[in-house]
C-alpha cells in the first residue's frame, strides 16, 4: 500500500511539473516541515513521508486515525502529533484559533472572502458572489443538466485576475466518469478571450478508476496543491464509484463509512488549503414521493451534512438551465436562470 501510494505521487509531481518553484516561501515551508513538530524525529518523518504525509497540513487534512493506519504507529501517538500541527497552524495564522469571537469571524470573511465567477452573473448571484473558497459546494442534478459544463467553466474561471472574477490560480479536475475534455476548455477559454494553451496548463488532471483509487487520489493532492498554487478542487462526480460498487443493503454501511471519510478530508482541505471545492452528484428517484420532484441526491446524508452549500440544477427550455440554492449556512432558497453556451455557464439573453 506505501508503494502505490509513493508511486501515485511521484506520478502526480511529473503531471504537475514539480521543477517548478514552490508558491511558499523557503521560511514559511519550513514552519510546516513535518520536522517543525518536536516529536517528529527522522525516523518518523519518513515513514511519514512514504504514506503520503508532505507537511503538518496534511496531518490535520487527513486526521489521526488515517496517519495511524498509515504509518503503523499507535493512535495515542497520532492523536498528540496531529494536535500539535493544529496548534501550529493556529498559530501561523493558517487556520482559526480553537476559540474566537463571531466579530472577528464576520471581519475576516468581509476582508479574505475569495470566490471564483462561474461565468454568469445570475448563477454568481445565487452563490453571494461565486463558488466560495474554504468551502464544499455540491452541485446535483440529472444528466444534461450543467453540472460538468459548470466544471469546466470554473477552471477557466479561476485562473483569471480577481478583477474578472477569478483568483490567479489553477485547478484540479478529479475525474471518474470520464467526463473531462480538454476541447471544451478550448472552446470555453476562445469564447471568453483566454489564451487556450494557457487554459490547458493551468489544469491537473487525475483520472479515478475506482472508490479506492479515488480516496487515493484526494489524499496526495496535498502537495499538488502546494506547488501549483491550486486554487479550485473539482470531483466529477464524488459518489459515482461507490454507487456502482457497493450493490444493495449488505455494503451500504461500509460505502457510507467510506464515503463520511472522504467527504471529510475535502471539508478539512478546503479549510486549510483555502481552496473552493466543488463536488458533482448524481441523482435517484424517491419511490415514496407522491407530489412534486421525486428526483434526490445520492449518498444520503453523509453527502447533505458535509456539504457547505447544495445547488440543484433542473431543466428548463433549450439551452436554458434552472439552478436552485437547496442548502446553505445563510443563503435564501431560491431559483435563478442560466444557459449553456459556447463559453460554458452564461446569463440567458432577453
Do not use: W
Amino acid at each position: 500500500m506505501l508503494r502505490s501510494k509513493r508511486f501515485l505521487c511521484a506520478r502526480y509531481q511529473l503531471v504537475a511539473g514539480a521543477q517548478e518553484k514552490s508558491a511558499l516561501g523557503e521560511d514559511e515551508s519550513s514552519k510546516l516541515a513535518l520536522g517543525s513538530i518536536e516529536d517528529i524525529g527522522p525516523a518518523t518523518e519518513k515513514r511519514l513521508k512514504e504514506a503520503g504525509f508532505r507537511s503538518i497540513k496534511d496531518l490535520l487534512v487527513r486526521g489521526p486515525v488515517d496517519v495511524a493506519e498509515a504509518t503503523g504507529m499507535e493512535m495515542d501517538e497520532a492523536v498528540e502529533m496531529c494536535n500539535k500541527a493544529r496548534i501550529a497552524l493556529e498559530e501561523l495564522g493558517i487556520i482559526d484559533r480553537s476559540f474566537v469571537t463571531a466579530t472577528s469571524l464576520y471581519e475576516k470573511r468581509m476582508l479574505g472572502g475569495q470566490r471564483i465567477s462561474t461565468g454568469a452573473k445570475n448563477f454568481d448571484d445565487l452563490l453571494g458572489g461565486g463558488v466560495e473558497t474554504k468551502a464544499v459546494t455540491e452541485v446535483y442534478g440529472e444528466f444534461g443538466t450543467g453540472k460538468t459544463q459548470l466544471c469546466h467553466t470554473l477552471c477557466v474561471m479561476v485562473q483569471q485576475p480577481k478583477t474578472a472574477g477569478g483568483l490567479s490560480g489553477k485547478a484540479i479536475y478529479i475525474d471518474t466518469e470520464n467526463t473531462f475534455r480538454p476541447e471544451r476548455i478550448v472552446t470555453i477559454a476562445r469564447a471568453r478571450g483566454v489564451n487556450p494553451d494557457r487554459a490547458l496548463e493551468g489544469i491537473v488532471v487525475a483520472k479515478a478508476y475506482n472508490s479506492a483509487h479515488q480516496e487515493l487520489i484526494i489524499e496526495e493532492t496535498g502537495p499538488v496543491i502546494e506547488e501549483q498554487g491550486i486554487k479550485l478542487v473539482i470531483v466529477d462526480s464524488a459518489v459515482a464509484h461507490y454507487r456502482a460498487e457497493f450493490l444493495g443493503r449488505a455494503t451500504l454501511s461500509e460505502r457510507q463509512q467510506r464515503l463520511n471519510k472522504f467527504m471529510h478530508i475535502l471539508v478539512r482541505m478546503a479549510e486549510t488549503y483555502e481552496v473552493a471545492v466543488v463536488v458533482t452528484n448524481q441523482i435517484q428517484s424517491s419511490p415514496d414521493a407522491y407530489f412534486g420532484d421525486a428526483a434526490r441526491p445520492t449518498g444520503g446524508n453523509v453527502v447533505a451534512h458535509t456539504s457547505t452549500y447544495r445547488i440543484y440544477l433542473k431543466r428548463s427550455s433549450g439551452k436554458n438551465r434552472i439552478a436552485r440554492m437547496v442548502d446553505s449556512p445563510y443563503h435564501a432558497e431560491r431559483e435563478v436562470l442560466f444557459t449553456l453556451a459556447d463559453k460554458g455557464i452564461a446569463d440567458v439573453e432577453n
